[in-house]
């Protein structure tokens, strides 16, 4: 707004009022983006934490943001997602295709254990 030109006195007024009005909050917010990201574009609590932490929200709105999220849609969407990319690969018995798909789910935030868990179950990996 400020770059818009707009009064700042007006800024701080409306800044100000959202705050009062729980408009503009860190919780909020950031149980919105955990909530958002994990059901439509299916990340893991790695890379919405990463994401919240680079948008300076503190640890423990964080960790209250990641309850939110609903990490079993975001798995599913991961399968879905890893098998498409175990299909799109050429050599199925190429070596080098299990580090290729551990770092493509590691990609979508999952840690190394649910990854594997993963890459066991569904690729025999």
Known sequence: MYRLGIDPDWVEELLLQLQEEGLLNHQRYAQTLARGKSRGRGWGPAKIRQRLLADQIGKPE?????MEADFSTALAKLTRDATRKHDSLKLKNDPAIKPKMLRFCLSRGFDMQ???QLLKAEFNL
């Open 62 to 66: 964080i960790e209250k943001g990641l």
């Open 114 to 116: 649910t990854a594997l």
